[in-house]
């Protein structure tokens, strides 16, 4: 109501109706940086108003989740993240305004563990080390399935370095891809072994002996000769009794 008075000092009112006009406003909404990557530090999200009123953030999709302007990832694949203002009195409701993410996997590496065995001992089971976890994960929470480890080296390897093969197995990660590092397999010497036992003892005999050959050192591999030369691991290899008539001992080579 408008009220006035006349030249006479008589009041009148008069009675006004109207909706009042509220002002348009916009949203400039900083695009996020991408892509980024599985594990990033927390994101500030930037956005002003031409109102000058407080914008708010809310996530649309994806997998991520937003606490006032701080936006934090929690897996891989695309993020939409929306900016809004609701308006006032004074000012309408701005027009949402829209910024994607594209979160690619973080890097795990898969290390074949280094190992070591004496010579003509069995194979060691193999084994590895996965590390570069982030955001809190473990193997058993983030990661399934296992790597498929390999070696050239057998048992019966000679003394020297082997490599041990790392590769993807059944590994799987939702979060993760891999890269492999292969380790290394030692065959060490036997060391100090004991002297072999013949049996029938050295000697010369008329008549053909069977002969047997034992040693007391646990993994001992025995090469032997017939013509008196000192054995190498190029003689004949000990696997069982063999026929003979004139006995030169053998040695047990360290290997």
């Given at each position: 109501m408008v009220?006035?008075?006349d030249a006479f000092g008589g009041i009148h009112g008069v009675a006004l109706k109207g909706t009042a006009t509220q002002a348009a406003q916009s949203i400039d909404f900083i695009a996020p940086a991408t892509p980024v990557t599985y594990g990033v530090k927390p994101i500030a999200l930037k956005a002003t108003s031409t109102s000058g009123l407080p914008v708010t953030f809310s996530v649309v999709s994806g997998p991520a989740n937003v606490n006032g302007s701080t936006l934090t990832i929690t897996g891989v694949g695309t993020v939409a993240v929306a900016a809004s203002?609701?308006?006032?009195?004074?000012?309408?409701?701005?027009?949402?305004?829209?910024?994607?993410?594209?979160v690619a996997k973080a890097s795990l590496t898969v290390t074949a563990n280094n190992l070591s065995k004496v010579y003509g001992a069995a194979l060691p089971t193999l084994t590895d080390t996965v590390s570069g976890f982030v955001n809190g994960d473990t193997a058993a929470k983030a990661v399934t399935g296992a790597a498929k480890l390999s070696t050239t080296a057998t048992a019966a390897s000679p003394v020297g370095t082997y490599p041990i093969t790392a590769a993807?197995?059944?590994?799987?990660?939702?979060?993760?891809?891999?890269?492999f590092v292969a380790g290394t397999l030692t065959v060490k010497p036997l060391g100090t072994v004991a002297t072999p036992a013949l049996t029938p003892p050295q000697g010369t005999y008329s008549a053909v002996q069977s002969v047997s050959i034992k040693d007391t050192t646990s993994g001992a591999v025995i090469y032997y000769t017939t013509n008196g030369d000192t054995p190498t691991t190029g003689s004949t290899k000990y696997s069982g009794e063999f026929p003979l008539q004139s006995l030169r001992r053998s040695m047990p080579l360290p290997c």
């Amino acid at each position: 109501m408008v009220m006035d008075t006349d030249a006479f000092g008589g009041i009148h009112g008069v009675a006004l109706k109207g909706t009042a006009t509220q002002a348009a406003q916009s949203i400039d909404f900083i695009a996020p940086a991408t892509p980024v990557t599985y594990g990033v530090k927390p994101i500030a999200l930037k956005a002003t108003s031409t109102s000058g009123l407080p914008v708010t953030f809310s996530v649309v999709s994806g997998p991520a989740n937003v606490n006032g302007s701080t936006l934090t990832i929690t897996g891989v694949g695309t993020v939409a993240v929306a900016a809004s203002q609701a308006g006032n009195a004074d000012y309408a409701a701005a027009a949402e305004v829209k910024s994607t993410i594209t979160v690619a996997k973080a890097s795990l590496t898969v290390t074949a563990n280094n190992l070591s065995k004496v010579y003509g001992a069995a194979l060691p089971t193999l084994t590895d080390t996965v590390s570069g976890f982030v955001n809190g994960d473990t193997a058993a929470k983030a990661v399934t399935g296992a790597a498929k480890l390999s070696t050239t080296a057998t048992a019966a390897s000679p003394v020297g370095t082997y490599p041990i093969t790392a590769a993807a197995g059944t590994l799987a990660a939702t979060n993760y891809s891999f890269k492999f590092v292969a380790g290394t397999l030692t065959v060490k010497p036997l060391g100090t072994v004991a002297t072999p036992a013949l049996t029938p003892p050295q000697g010369t005999y008329s008549a053909v002996q069977s002969v047997s050959i034992k040693d007391t050192t646990s993994g001992a591999v025995i090469y032997y000769t017939t013509n008196g030369d000192t054995p190498t691991t190029g003689s004949t290899k000990y696997s069982g009794e063999f026929p003979l008539q004139s006995l030169r001992r053998s040695m047990p080579l360290p290997c």
